[in-house]
């Protein structure tokens, strides 16, 4: 019984790609960064993530042995690192070049760092949403900027508008004074109009909070993401008659194409039991994806590398319990979309290679070596799965 199972741990970037002068991160490196953040605290504690093959995946990608990243006494998993072929360092590039679809077309970008938006398309998604105005338009943290912005949110009825370095328009309001489903709408609405703009998301942020307690964003986040340009082993595999459990925002990603069931859950460790459910319950020939967010949400962006850890040692801890429901039959891959080093200025992506960490289907444990594409996940899911080969990427099973 031929199942997939693939973790996106989402912006776990280990070292800088080759390419990454271009986008500004040289020297970037999420993992390693994170590791030391643990230094005269014993190291970084992932003996399962080690035993699959992370510590020595960053090592090959890197040139580093850090004290703060133990090497196991047996890897367990094959193990390799892959760079990213897309021209962006984004979610939707990163997961669409994953299940097989590069973005070899530009996203486009709102450069400016403050008025960041041109002043027709604000006065239309005005007029269309019917709003009394927007806050911010600028380039901002997300936490940042409602923090800044909430009070006169609240006071106006101004939704805060923003952007970051990736081609994305991003929409905050309170959840309750503002109402979820009128955010959603407002970003139904920017979708829209940004088509022109090829951005590749428009995300709703609600929060909620009060003036004197502050303002924290909630897990009803929503993305309304471009489609892929080419039809991505997912589409494949639901076409052919498989199924995809898609968990957390992986369907906002895909546009909803090629899901057969979206599971939400809010946090890592919900995310968690979200997916082990869905294991439980995925038959013949269907793959389960799960983007785990909170490393780049709350640690990556936030630049909280003693948080980041947390998280991944605490993801580290329950990843046995996966374990023990796959048999030799299931491919696991647990691999990354992006860096988010949370040490570097800024609060913005890095252009780093990814883990690419595969049990089961066959492999033994070892070395991939570097894979030229994270195509290669998705070329490999397609060949697990008996699909037609992608157009991308060389299978390592």
């Known amino acids: 019984m031929p199942r997939a199972i693939v973790l996106v741990l989402d912006s776990l970037g280990i070292g800088a790609s080759a390419d990454a002068a271009r986008f500004g991160d040289s020297g970037a490196d999420t993992l390693g960064q994170v590791a030391r953040s643990r230094a005269g605290q014993g190291g970084l504690q992932i003996p399962n993530l080690a035993s699959m093959g992370l510590v020595h995946a960053h090592r090959a990608s890197t040139g580093c042995c850090l004290p703060e ?126 088509m022109p703009f090829n951005i590749g998301r428009v995300i709703a942020r609600p929060f909620t909070g009060t003036i004197e307690d502050g303002f924290v964003r909630t897990g009803q986040r929503k993305d309304y993401s471009l489609m892929p340009p080419a039809p991505t082993v997912l589409d494949k595999l639901v076409a052919s008659g498989g199924e995809v459990l898609a968990v957390g925002k992986i369907a906002d990603i895909y546009a909803h194409s090629g899901i057969s069931r979206e599971i939400k859950a809010d946090g890592n460790q919900a995310l968690f039991d979200a997916t082990l459910a869905a294991v439980h319950e995925a038959g013949d020939r269907s793959l389960v994806m799960t983007n785990f967010v909170d490393f780049d949400m709350l640690y990556g962006h936030r630049r909280d590398a003693q948080g980041y850890a947390a998280a991944l040692e605490a993801f580290d801890r329950r990843l ?19 860096g988010c080093d949370p040490t570097f200025a800024g609060s913005d992506h890095t252009r780093e290679h990814v883990p690419v960490l595969a049990r089961g289907a066959g492999l033994s444990p070892g070395p991939l070596g570097e894979r030229a594409s994270f195509a290669d996940i998705g070329q490999s899911v397609a060949f697990h799965l008996a699909l037609e080969p992608m157009a991308d990427g060389e299978r390592f099973c």
């Open 69 to 194: 990243l133990a090497l196991p006494n047996r890897v367990e998993a094959a193990w390799g690192y892959a760079r990213e072929q897309s021209t962006g360092k984004d979610t939707p590039s990163g997961h669409w070049e994953m299940a097989g679809v590069p973005v070899r077309f530009d996203f486009g970008y709102f450069r400016e760092r403050e008025n960041s938006f041109p002043e027709a398309l604000l006065s239309d998604l005005i007029a269309r949403a019917g709003l009394p105005g927007v806050l911010g338009n600028c380039h901002a943290s997300g936490t940042e900027i409602i923090d800044r912005l909430g009070a006169e949110h609240l006071s106006t009825g101004k939704p805060i508008v923003y952007t970051s370095a990736d081609s994305v328009f991003q929409v905050a309001a309170h959840e309750q004074q503002f109402g979820l489903e009128r955010l959603y709408q407002v970003c139904q609405i920017a979708r829209e109009l940004l």
């Open 320 to 338: 046995p319990e996966l374990l023990a429901l796959l048999d030799d039959n299931d491919l696991l891959v647990i691999s990354a979309d992006h």
